[in-house]
């Protein structure tokens, strides 16, 4: 059975950084895009990063230039470095893929088609 498992959540004050990890088992990540989501509280779940397999990403608006989505050296690992965190960062992360080699072209709106999804980590940001 394929998991995701996402770790390196955390408490952190505004302008920290964490990096979280994105870990499947039964699944070679290297052959298939990964896509970031995240949930506020009483928001609806939004993507934030999409990396294709050929290590291409993507950013939404809101986090493009502080945030890096790259693969680990190993197949079953994908990274979200999050730097320069503000309050509105704050929230559940998620991975999710749809096994497919390339993000879909409507990655930044959509939630659905994905097969995958980790249980998500949660992310504060607070003075």
């Known amino acids: 059975q394929v998991q995701l498992v996402e770790s390196g959540g955390g408490t952190v004050q505004p302008g920290g950084s964490l990096r979280l990890s994105c870990a499947a088992s039964r699944l070679p990540l290297n052959f298939f895009a990964m896509t970031w989501f995240r949930q506020a509280p009483g928001k609806e779940r939004e993507a934030v990063s999409c990396?294709?397999?050929?290590?291409?990403?993507e950013y939404s608006d809101s986090v493009a230039g502080r945030f890096t989505n790259y693969r680990g050296t190993s197949n079953s690992t994908v990274y979200l470095q999050m730097n320069s965190l503000n309050p509105e960062d704050t929230g559940v992360y998620y991975c999710?893929?749809?096994?497919?080699?390339?993000?879909?072209?409507?990655?930044?709106?959509?939630?659905?088609?994905?097969?995958?999804w980790g249980q998500g980590t949660q992310v504060t940001v607070s003075s």
């Open positions: 999710a893929t749809d096994r497919r080699p390339v993000c879909k072209w409507n990655w930044k709106i959509t939630t659905s088609g994905y097969d995958h």
């Open positions: 990396i294709y397999y050929s290590n291409d990403t």
